[in-house]
């Protein structure tokens, strides 16, 4: 679930709140009561962990070392040009 950050336009008082995207924004102060706005917030960076995101899961595999395009289709490695 994201998490919003609220704001108190009264008091000031600065808030977070998970909550699911179809949920109705938060209109009331916990500490006062007061009408909240929800504030636009820097979001989460994207984490890479691991030995190699490209490398592991989105790269092309090389061609075949027979140099034939149609390798891949069972070819024994033909002239195909």
Do not use: W
Not at 12 to 31: M, N, R, T, V, Y
Not at 53 to 71: E, N, Q, R, V
């Amino acid at each position: 679930m994201p998490t919003y950050g609220y704001e108190c336009t009264h008091c000031g008082h600065a808030f977070d709140a998970f909550q699911k995207i179809s949920d109705e924004a938060l209109d009331k102060c916990p500490k006062c009561k007061s009408k909240v706005r929800r504030v636009i917030g820097g979001g989460t960076g994207i984490i890479f962990k691991g030995s190699g995101f490209y490398a592991t899961d989105y790269k092309k595999p090389s061609p075949s070392s027979s140099g034939c395009p149609k390798a891949n289709q069972g070819c024994p490695g033909c002239n195909h040009g």
